[in-house]
């Protein structure tokens, strides 16, 4: 298993992950809920306070205004009420006066005016006119003599009934500067007689550049801030017209006129309507403010003051701003803690997982290393007690496999060594099996070899007796013959003599099977006794008998008498069955031992009878025809001979032609004999091998 699973959890999936999640919504719902909350106050609050602040301002610069309006009145009443302006004056126009005097009054009043002048801003020019409207007094001097009958503000001022005039602000049609005319009617200092009321001698014209006095002292005032503005306005017709030069509008004096209705002209159109109140709405640059508008009700202008909505707002936007700092430092900070504190608890915990899979894939020895003095400290306490616990079970399960595992192998090596007992034993089982059914067999061949033998005996011995005991018979009904009959007995008594000799030696043999005496011997002289005893018998035939031995002694480890016997049945055959011709006799050495060769030029033996002439008491057909007197055992005597010193006999033999014996004898028959002793030897007995 991987040990780093821990770490692949997804941290949105990750307690760790949930942990800083819910940390920071907390922390993050706290701040954004005390920044909602005193955002929301705050605005409210600073509102009201911009709302008092503005009604306060435009109360202030309403009466400001009017307060400015009644100075500008007051000081053309003063110029024109003025005890001694008016003697002044009146002296000046009388024609009794003379030119002297003249110049004297003239810069007496004058001085009046500029004295007026240089105290107030603005007064552009004082004119002093008579009843016709020519001017005899003035600021400008170069106006003297000048005639201002047709000027607006003289008509109305000489019209006014209360003797006084304001001319509404206009703009100087030359220099195109804003500029307002008082007017005041002069009378004369005292009545007279003829004229109880004092007599009208002209008007004192003021002229004050609205610029220089009235709009700056307007736009003068704290609490207005960078956007704040005030605006005079007045109504003509449907048309709202700009009386002074503001902040965004240098050049509005009379020059800004707004159509009354749209949205620009809103606020200045209640204005100029005489509506006063505090408005939130649309001013003529498009922007959205707060204003506080009132009424001068002596001009007939409408005043607005105002401030743009996001100037009175920037505290708010601030705080804002501010809040929102202090919630992403909080949130960081939250975030910081809450990681660490995240940590300091997850990490035990990552730690128990990677215990855990370290024991699922069976590290029982890692140890781990959490020391904690809390319930995290317990449960690794817990799984380290049950971590050691596992472990020595582990260890006793090992100790109890290897034992089982030990057992097992011992077991396998017992399992194999019986299992190879066992096949030894099947095999020698087997063997012995094999042995004793041989044994068995030949146990039993022996039987019928016996019963048969005993039978064929009986048979065999029966016919010469019967033939001695008719012989018998005849010598007693014709003893004339007595002498050919004992004759013929004789013969028969003969062949018994060598059947019951034969016999005799066939269960000697048998009997000396396992006892026989073995001698080592030349082979050679043996033979050549044998062929010696012959010889007279073979010459008698007319036969050759030839021996021709090997020329160095033949050693072979024998019985020697049985041997004999072996050799004597052999040339005792070939010379019976030979009628004429030769007998050859030889002996030769043959890799480890003797080979013993009889060959004859006799009647040979058909090949239906080479099979069995081996056989006891068989006779072959040539023998039986031939009319050769034999027992049928000589052969049967010669393989048992050859058997029990371990050689091998063949026969080659042709009918008419002649007959080859070859006896092979081992120089020392002991392994030979052994293995006879358990099972029969093959003899070959094929003719011409
Ligand atoms: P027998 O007494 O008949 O010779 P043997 O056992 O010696 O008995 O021989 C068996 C038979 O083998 C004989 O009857 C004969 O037919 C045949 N036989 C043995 N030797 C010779 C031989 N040299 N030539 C021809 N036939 C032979």
Known sequence: MNPHVAM???????????????????????????????YMSERSALRQQIYAQLIIIADFKKGFTALWLAERRADTQLLASNKLNQEHFSDLLSPATSSEEKASLLDSLVDS????????????????????????????????????????????????????????LYLHPETGRPEMKFGHVMHAATANDVEPQPAVLGAVILTVDAEQSLFRLIDLGPGLGSTGETMLVRSEGDTTVFLNNTRFAPE?????????????????????????????????????????????????????????????????????????????????????????????????????????????????????????????????????????ALDQRQRQLEAAHAEVAAFAEKNVELVQQLRELNASLEEKVAERTQELAAANARLRELDRLKS????????????????????????????????QYLALMNAQVDLLGRYIEEILELSRLEQQREHLVFAPLDFNPLVASVVATYQPQAEAAGLRLIFRPDPGPLQVRGNEEELAHLVVNLVANAVNYTPEGSITVITQADPGGVQFVVQ??????????????????????????????????????????????????????????????????????????????????????????
């Open 452 to 483: 048969k033998f005993v039978s064929n005996v009986s048979h065999e011995l029966r016919s010469p007796i019967t033939s001695l005991r008719g012989f018998l018979e005849l010598m007693k009904i014709n003893p004339a013959k007595q002498e």
């Open 113 to 168: 005016m500029h004295l007026l002048q240089q105290s107030r801003p603005g007064y552009s020019q004082i004119v002093m006119a008579d009843v016709h409207g020519v001017i005899r007094a003035a600021t400008d001097p170069t106006l003297i003599g000048q005639s201002i009958a047709d000027d607006e503000a003289f008509i109305h001022t000489m019209a006014a009934p209360d003797g006084q005039y304001t001319q509404d």
């Open 8 to 38: 692949n959890v997804p941290l949105r999936r990750s307690l760790l992950g949930r942990l800083l999640a819910a940390l920071c919504c907390v922390a993050f719902i706290s701040v954004a809920g005390l920044g909602l909350a005193a």
């Open 252 to 388: 509005a004096a009379l020059n800004l006129r707004l159509r009354q209705g749209t949205p620009e002209a809103y606020l200045a159109t209640l204005a100029a309507n005489a509506v006063e109140g505090i408005q939130q709405a649309t001013d003529y640059r498009g922007q959205e403010v707060l204003a506080a508008i009132r009424y001068i009700p002596q001009l007939q202008w409408g005043l607005v003051v105002k401030i743009d909505d996001n100037e009175i707002l920037a505290p708010v936007y601030r705080l804002t701003f501010r809040l929102v700092m202090v919630a992403g430092v909080v949130i960081v900070l939250a975030v910081l803690v809450s990681w660490a504190l995240a940590r300091t608890l997850i990490k035990p915990l990552t730690q128990l997982v990677r215990a855990t899979q370290a024991v699922a894939s069976g590290d029982l020895r890692t140890p781990i290393a959490v020391q904690r003095q809390d319930e995290l400290g317990a449960l690794a306490g817990a799984f380290r007690e049950m971590v050691t």
């Open 600 to 689: 004859d030029t006799g009647i040979g033996i058909p090949d239906e009878d080479l099979p069995h002439i081996f056989e006891r008491f068989y006779r072959g057909q040539n023998a039986i025809q031939s009319q050769i007197r034999g027992t049928g055992l000589g052969l049967g005597i010669v393989k048992e001979i050859v058997q029990l010193h371990g050689g091998t006999i063949q026969v080659d033999s042709q009918v008419g032609r002649g007959t080859i014996f070859r006896v092979w004898l081992p120089s020392d028959p002991g392994p030979a004999r052994r293995r006879q002793s358990m099972a029969a030897p093959t003899v070959d007995l094929k003719p011409g091998d």
